[in-house]
């Protein structure tokens, strides 16, 4: 049923701003943060060929040859992450457009992620926006992600929209225009990321998983797929910043957690548009994410 409403809402209404989407969460984190263009904070990582940046604006594309990605110039230990970003529409099944947080270079088998991941779908299909944390490692065969999935109230392939991740040493928010859609609170330290991670981007072909279980692979027939990225908003403690620094804050009040309106959208979205919760997979071992 909540998968339903989502999508007659992507139907119906081309974007959120009517009031038929979520209420308010009455505080904006996203304004507190000034945008930067893309070469003040980024570099290309990967497929050089398959990026362009323009005033400050980046665009990467999946072709047959390759994909793109790219990496901040900076690592951070906690911080606001954010970015808009515009999908490409009709059949992009197979097709990973990603921005998140990754130590994977400098702990290979064995790092932490911060994932938001738009997932490609058939034609006439919404796109699938998961979320995702892991903490020390999966490359021993043993992934253990943590998972939670979105139909959004909107098309994303229309406009531009904001999606974000603030990481602090107490909880992990992730956002969408503001809104929160899920928070990830420390309940253990052997359970949440405290390793200092880098930003990263990217567009590839993730076919084996991606579009319901792998079903449906990427159809080149249909490329490039593109993913148009601006507003890029990082700020935060990089690795190199004094102890005594503090990341953004999701609340007004700098503390902790979100206020009750934050609440009141995040639950909103997590009733009418959850489309998957590890913790509620009766497929999942439980005993490999003990904060469930």
């Known amino acids: 049923m909540a998968l339903l409403l989502c999508f007659l809402l992507i139907l119906m209404i081309p974007n959120s701003s009517n009031g038929e989407g979520p ?20 570099r290309n990582l990967w497929g050089p060929q398959n990026q362009n940046v323009d005033q400050g604006q980046l665009t990467m594309w999946l072709d047959s040859s390759s994909g793109s990605g790219f990496k901040s110039l900076t690592p951070y230990r906690s911080g606001y992450f954010g970015a808009s970003i515009k999908l490409q529409p009709g059949y ?11 130590n994977n270079e400098d702990y290979p088998g064995n790092h932490d992620e911060i994932d938001i991941e738009f997932l ?8 699938t926006l998961q979320t995702n944390v892991y903490i020390r490692g999966s490359g021993d065969g043993n992934v253990t992600g943590r998972e939670m ?9 229309q406009d531009y929209h904001h999606y974000a991740i603030i990481w602090t040493p107490n909880e992990i928010l992730f956002f969408v225009d503001d809104v929160p859609i899920r928070r990830y609170p420390r309940k253990s330290d052997a359970t949440f990321p405290q390793r ?14 991606a579009t319901e279980g792998g079903k449906y692979p990427v159809d080149y027939h ?21 102890a005594s620094c503090n990341p953004p804050s999701a609340s007004p009040s700098g503390s902790s957690g979100l206020t009750p309106e934050q609440y009141a959208a995040m639950e909103w979205v997590q009733k009418n548009c959850m489309v998957y919760d590890y913790c509620s997979d009766p497929q999942r071992d439980h005993t490999l994410i003990p904060e469930c």
Do not use: E
């Not at 490609?120 to 796109?127: C, F, L």
């Open 222 to 242: 249909y490329q490039p797929f593109i993913g148009k990225y601006k507003d890029f908003k990082l700020a935060g403690c990089a690795t190199d910043s004094p």
């Open 92 to 102: 992009t099944a197979g097709v990973d457009t990603s921005y998140y947080l990754s």
């Open 23 to 42: 209420p308010s969460p009455g505080y904006y984190p996203s304004s507190r943060i000034p945008s930067d263009g893309f070469n003040q904070v980024f």
């Open 120 to 127: 490609g779908a058939t034609t006439g299909k919404p796109y």
């Open 149 to 157: 999935q979105f139909n959004l109230w909107f098309d994303p392939t």
């Open 196 to 209: 200092p991670m880098w930003v990263y981007g990217s567009i590839w072909d993730a076919s084996t998983w």
